[in-house]
């Protein structure tokens, strides 16, 4: 069922059994969850089905620190959320990516790869993947040519990727609208959080619109589910009650923020030709690639972050531009449309340039981002059109974070090197091992994670395992938002798939 929220009454009063606040892919992913089910499902999202400048305003911030994309370009903001151009670059996390790791500071999640196993198996139906197997092994029999480097697998293992077409905004859009049960209110920006006077449980949403109507809203059990950037802005802008925000009394919401570090870190040049479509850099050519991944017993030895690397053809590289250059535009279709023409014109030219394409490739890391308490989202002083303070991103990497890439190319160099296959070059910013910046054309995979960070301790995260908010009843966050770490993979399957975890757990509750 759909309501546009711009033609109720204005402060008409929403109930029902589970408020969703946000439908993107983890908020669509719970609400599917509940359809035909006897509860009443509220799905709440701010914009339409359709990009509208006037909404996608309401994401405009602030950012400093590490050069980062414009806030209002980096997520969508309407019915599908951000699956309305996501790249559909799916991968589980490793086992180790759960774990506590001495080398990393405040590493480890209270839950493991084996707690999210059947709820991965759902998000791949989900975000239609192929099958949930991810073993190079498995991969090589379904599909010719997926032949890999000879390299000690000791050192380097092939990590596999498939390839998402979900776009939720078209994928879902009637199955939710013909739902009996899910309620999704277009039109309805949730700005205010309210809870009782113990601060124990939340009583009232308060939505907004362009048109000037606010509305209330109130369910047993209530999910923000507005990506991790929004979420962590909607709880400290809801501050009317607790001065420090919703869920921040350890002073954790916000806290974390963390990105994909994607940069060109050097090249690989083969004495052979390599034909082999398991690398493959042409997007969509097969329905499973892999990345080069450091092996686990490794990154304990060398104390490094979990990154896989990618090979794209030098030919067609050097004519691509760092997308922290080309996703500049404040309207994400344009900055969508810049990267694309430069993508076009980059192949264009590689595949028109003569020589041996095979033989010299660009390598590209992308690497997790350690921890950082001093990466963080705050609220900026100035408001938005519906009078909630604009989010200020500060992007703050460490030490480790260039360390580990650093580590990575040498090992790289060595194994192809050692194998005899041929020689690595690394890019000159990472020579100097004293020197711990990243140049400005570093970028970011528009990953937003771990501002609601997921710990049992009230005093080390935001959310406990089940992804509850410290100290309040009836308040969850879906999202990668409440990622401690956060891997080397793209976020949404796991994402996902924590949200389906999370939809379980509310079944027993309401
Ligand atoms: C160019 C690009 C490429 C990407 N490629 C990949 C990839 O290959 N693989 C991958 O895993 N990930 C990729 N991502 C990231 C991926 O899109 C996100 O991880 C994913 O969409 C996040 O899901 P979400 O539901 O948390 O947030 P979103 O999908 O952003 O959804 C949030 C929803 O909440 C709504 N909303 C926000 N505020 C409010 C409010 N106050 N009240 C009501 N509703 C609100 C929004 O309108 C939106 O519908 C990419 C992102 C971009 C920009």
Not at 190 to 202: K, P, R, Y
Not at 428 to 442: G, K, N
Not at 461 to 488: E, R
Request: charged share 20%.
């Amino acid at each position: 069922m759909h309501i546009d929220a711009r033609h109720l009454p204005n402060n008409s009063i929403i109930e029902g059994d589970l408020c969703i606040i946000g439908a993107g892919a983890a908020g669509i992913s719970m609400a599917l969850d509940w359809n035909n089910s006897r509860y009443k499902v509220i799905l709440l999202e701010g914009g339409g089905f359709d990009y509208d400048d006037s909404i996608q305003d309401l994401y405009s911030g602030k950012t400093s620190g590490q050069k980062y994309y414009p806030l209002r370009a980096s997520r969508l903001h309407y019915f599908g959320g951000t699956t309305g151009h996501w790249a559909g670059m799916c991968a589980p996390f490793d086992p180790i990516d759960f774990k506590e790791r001495p080398w990393v500071p405040h590493s480890g999640w209270p839950i493991t790869l084996a707690d999210l196993e059947p709820y991965y198996a759902k998000a791949n139906e989900v975000l239609e993947v192929g099958p949930y197997n991810y073993s190079y092994r498995y991969w090589n029999e379904q599909v010719p040519n997926l032949k890999p480097f000879p390299l000690d697998d000791t050192v380097i293992w092939n990590k596999i990727w498939q390839f998402s077409t979900a776009r939720y905004n078209t994928l879902y859009r009637d199955t939710i609208i013909n739902s009996k049960n899910i309620h999704l209110y277009t039109y309805a920006q949730a700005t205010n959080i309210l809870t009782n006077d113990g601060l124990s449980e939340v009583s009232d949403i308060i939505v907004k619109n362009h048109e000037g109507k606010t509305h209330t809203v109130r369910a047993k059990q209530v999910i923000l589910a507005c990506g991790a950037i929004q979420n962590a802005r909607l709880l400290l802008a809801s501050n009317s009650q607790a001065p420090k925000g919703i869920g921040n009394q350890n002073d954790l919401v916000g806290r974390f923020f963390m990105e994909h570090l994607e940069v060109a870190i050097g090249e690989l040049w083969l004495f052979e030709p390599f034909i082999s479509d398991l690398y493959s850099w042409d997007y969509g050519k097969t329905r499973a690639s892999a990345e080069l991944a450091i092996t686990e017993d490794l990154q304990e030895q060398e104390k490094i972050l979990n990154g896989t690397v990618s090979l794209t053809p030098l030919k067609v590289a050097q004519y691509m531009k760092p997308r922290m250059e080309t996703w500049q535009n404040e309207d994400p279709r344009k900055s969508m449309d810049n990267v694309f023409a430069n993508w076009g014109e980059a192949d264009e030219k590689g595949r028109n340039a003569s020589g041996f394409i095979e033989k010299a490739h660009q390598l590209n890391i992308r690497i997790e981002q350690a921890p950082n308490p001093n990466s963080r989202i705050t609220l900026d002083g100035k408001n938005d059109a519906l009078g909630v303070p604009e989010a200020h991103l500060h992007w703050a990497l460490t030490r480790l974070d260039k360390h580990s890439v650093r580590t990575i190319i040498h090992i790289l160099g060595q194994e192809f090197g050692k194998s005899g296959l041929g020689r690595v070059k690394m890019k000159a910013f990472l020579r100097d091992p004293d020197d711990d910046l990243f140049p400005e054309e570093t970028n970011g995979g528009w990953h937003h994670m771990g501002t609601t960070r997921m710990a049992d301790d009230p005093h080390k995260g935001v959310v406990d395992s089940n992804c509850k908010v410290h100290g309040i009843s009836n308040l969850f966050i879906a999202g990668s938002g409440c990622y401690p770490t956060s891997a080397a993979p793209n976020p949404t399957l796991t994402l996902t798939a924590l949200s389906l975890r999370l939809s379980d757990h509310l079944k027993k509750k309401v």
